[in-house]
């Protein structure tokens, strides 16, 4: 049974802003089969009363005191902008 | 001998009596640089400029060496995911070919202090997404054993720029073997440290539960060098564990007695090349002259650890990835009449076939309808590859296998099939997924390629890998190995 239809995967492109041409959405509904299926080995484990990890440190908040300081001048964050413009980023039209 | 063929400390010895200089160690590296780097292509950019300007400050202010400096004047290259204030940084990405970082990684700001010259910026798989270098978006780095062969990834550049002396060591970074593999392939010393020993912050990321920044050098006394250098808690990344960091040099004692090391037998089964397994067998007989014993244990959710892995990285990947839209930094579209298509298409033209699957894979395993089938599921079956680990030791000290099933292979050969070339990190990419240390060090020779033996240890005792490591490079010949170029 095939895991991923072509459907699936111009849907989860568009979800990504991904633009695939028709050979990519071939290629990769093609290889995330496979890639999918080869996952589904999981399955084959019990992990009903198993907690989930998601770090393997104990992790805790690190909190600090609410205190103004400066941060990274407008210079430096825009120096890698594409395009700017009144020293903001500029982009296209959003409609 | 080139004077980047000797170690730290004797490099140190020649620095405190005035027989060279800093100006002397840079030259050599751009000179090396300049004879094999046509060969192996390792770099991606290089700082010549910053680096002799360094050198000569080094040699005007320093009165004597090494001092509190503990890496004074010694070239160093860093993986190209590791941000350089003003110094170009690719992460292997079209995507950022232009990218210039307004601040210094914590591992490239503590490198500074230590007083390391940073020579360049070394070659990768796209975002670190690769086992061989041949998904960078610029060029594919050659093993220096053999130049038709890969020299493994995601760190290929790292891996191979130290086998060919072009710098005396290179730090590189372990998402599912990164490190350690490309170390194995190249046969040079490669560590992944525990997750949370080396700070993130300026590391562009991949997955973040898993990621770790570690050293790649031709020694294992080398390595513990350049780990003291980079390790510690970092307020600036919140996932950096604040833990004291020990003295690592001090655990090279040379003594193993009594040691107890646990074979996993899914590490020499079926899959494996029987010369790699052989060349293991006869490093576990080496340590056993030594005064180790050994048994073989069973880490039972090994064969689970690829689909883990895959679920779990390429989930995280989708996220981290998100920020490359085209807006802020990075390389922009042309073609986007609107704001939607200045995402799609900067994202469609800036990044490779492997970072698309994978931010693909990730984004439909965290899809409504899908998230608890394969992302939840996965993090379970993470649990119990992390509780195979806690088992065996209890009652070992270090895990010993293989780095890889094989050595190298010919550039070209697996780049047809994405699950082939995964499975690469076999065996390397369980050790992520429990958070704990492992080295890869030289153990030999198959068919002229490198073969890697992967020592793992307990979270946090890093000293002991070394220690063990330490014993087995002072006991064999096979380090002092170099490939003709």
Known sequence: MSQISKDEVKHVANLARLSLSEEEVDMFTEQLDAIIGFAEQLNELDTENIEPTTHVLELKNVLRDDQARESVPREEALKNAPDERDGQFKVPKTF | ?485
């Open chain 2, 1 to 485: 001998m080139s004077l980047l063929e000797k170690k730290v400390s004797e490099l140190h010895d020649l620095l405190h009596k005035k027989e060279i200089n800093v100006t002397d160690l840079v030259d050599a590296s751009y000179d090396r640089i300049s004879q094999v780097e046509g060969k192996v292509q390792a770099f991606l950019s290089l700082n010549e400029e910053q680096a002799r300007r360094m050198a000569k400050e080094l040699d005007d202010v320093l009165a004597g060496y090494p001092g509190e400096r503990t890496l004074a004047g010694l070239p160093i290259a860093l993986k190209d995911n590791i941000s350089t204030k003003g110094l170009r940084t690719t992460s292997g990405s079209k995507i950022l070919d232009n990218f210039n970082p307004i601040y210094d990684a914590t591992v490239a700001n503590r490198l500074y202090k230590a007083g390391a010259v940073t020579i360049g910026k070394l070659n990768m798989d796209e975002f670190a997404m690769g086992s061989s270098n041949e998904n960078s978006g610029f060029h594919v780095t050659k093993n220096p054993w053999n130049t038709d062969y890969v020299p493994g990834g995601s760190s290929g550049g790292s891996a191979a720029s130290v086998a060919a002396s072009e710098v005396l060591f290179s730090l590189g970074s372990d998402t599912g073997g990164s490190i350690r593999q490309p170390a194995a392939y190249c046969g040079v010393v490669g560590l992944k440290p525990t997750y949370g020993l080396v700070s993130r912050f300026g590391l562009i990321a991949f997955a973040s539960s898993l990621d770790q920044i570690g050293p790649i050098t031709r020694t294992v006394e080398d390595n513990a060098y350049l780990l003291q250098a980079i390790a510690g808690h970092d307020p600036m990344d919140s996932t950096s564990a604040n833990v004291d960091v020990p003295d690592y040099l001090s655990s090279l004692t040379g003594d193993i007695k009594g040691l107890r090391i646990a074979v996993p037998k899914e590490y020499l089964a079926e899959g494996v090349n029987p010369e790699v397994k052989e060349k293991v067998i006869e490093a576990l007989k080496v340590l056993e002259a030594q005064g180790a014993t050994w048994e073989e244990v069973s880490l039972p959710h090994s064969k689970y650890a690829l689909a883990t892995y895959y679920l779990l990285s390429s989930s995280e990947a989708s996220a981290n990835l998100s920020r490359f839209d085209g807006v802020r930094y990075g390389v922009r579209s042309d073609n986007a009449e609107n704001l939607l298509e200045l995402y799609k298409n900067s994202r469609s033209e800036g990044f490779g076939d492997e970072v698309k699957r994978r931010i693909m894979l990730g984004t439909f395993a965290l899809s409504s309808g899908y998230y608890d089938a394969y992302y939840k599921k996965a993090q379970k079956v993470r649990t119990l590859i992390k509780n195979d680990f806690e088992q065996v030791f209890n009652d070992f000290d270090v895990i010993i296998g293989p780095t890889t099933p094989t050595t190298a292979f010919k550039i070209g050969e697996k780049t047809d099939d994405p699950l082939t070339m995964y499975a690469n990190d076999i065996l390397t990419i369980p050790v992520n997924l429990a958070g704990v240390p492992a080295i890869s060090v030289p153990c030999g020779f198959s068919n002229g390629l490198p073969v890697g033996l992967q020592i793992i240890g307990k979270h946090f005792d890093e000293r002991t890998i070394y220690r063990v490591a330490s014993v087995y490079e002072q006991a064999t010949e096979h380090h002092k190995a170099k490939p003709q170029l």
